[in-house]
């Protein structure tokens, strides 16, 4: 019995050692150097001691690129999440219990309006998220281990592109789309009077003119009408909640400074991911969305 108490032992010892060895190599190589083909030249990463990846690169789209690299080095699952739910494709990895989130996503058609404005995109634009994307897919490649959800929930992600950037963006706005029942009351209003009278019910910020407004064509399609719940929307509609910027013309060094403050309720990972980038032509730092 001894012999077997102790083999028991050091089998489950071998075994929490290998899970521990094979947990660890999910986690990022920030030291040495990675060989990844799709840059043009080198790019310098130096992590603070936050973890903060600090880019130096010979261009801008090197730069984006390794932004790429360094977003899926730290925040892969949770990008390959986001834009599931952007694609109403949850239920593939979770299941049956995901379908009404998917049936819903899908019909509001996040990724096909995603889609669509790729299309129209500047050049410039369409190069820094092709450069993004190769950033992503050129990690992707060259990881054998990924992090532990992906082997536990049996998910293996495919190429990242554009498009997926793109619908992170609607994501984030359907985020904080938190107007939309004041929007239709707005548009009910105008079903049956003209912007003028609307805006003495809906009046804009104080201190601020109503924004000039063509008279609104009713959509029929829409029901039931959004005037009947009238002083529910209105009372839901002074909840106070609120984000605010900040611009300073002019800071210590004679540039104008700019802070953001968008009122996110607190997850984990954090929505936003800090970074560095430096590059001929390129000059910024602070909160980045992961995927874009």
Known sequence: MARLALLLIV??????????????QSLPDIEG???????????????????????????ERDAHFALGFAHAQDRL????????VAAGRLAEVLGERALDTDRFMRTLGLRRAAEANLEHLEAETRTHLEAYAAGVNAFLAARRVLPPE??????????????????????MALDLDGNWRSELLRLGLARRLPMARVHEFLPPY??????PLPELAWNQRLRPDPVVPFFDALLAGGSGGASNSWVVARGAGGAPLLANDPHLGLTAPSVWYLAHLEAP????????????
Not at 39 to 58: N, Y
């Open 281 to 292: 032509g390129l000059s910024a730092i602070g909160a980045t969305l992961p995927g874009l």
């Open 206 to 211: 104080p201190g601020e003119a109503p924004v």
């Open 150 to 171: 992906f082997w536990l929930l049996r998910v293996r992600p495919e190429p990242w592109t554009p498009a997926d950037s793109l619908s992170l963006i609607k994501l």
């Open 11 to 24: 089998t489950i010892a071998a075994a929490a050692l290998g899970g521990y060895a094979f947990l660890r």
């Open 77 to 84: 699952w949770q990008m390959e999440m986001n834009r599931r």
């Open 33 to 59: 150097n990675i060989p990844t083909p799709g840059l043009a030249a080198s790019v310098e990463v130096l992590r603070d001691g936050f973890g903060v990846p600090h880019l130096f690169a010979g261009s």
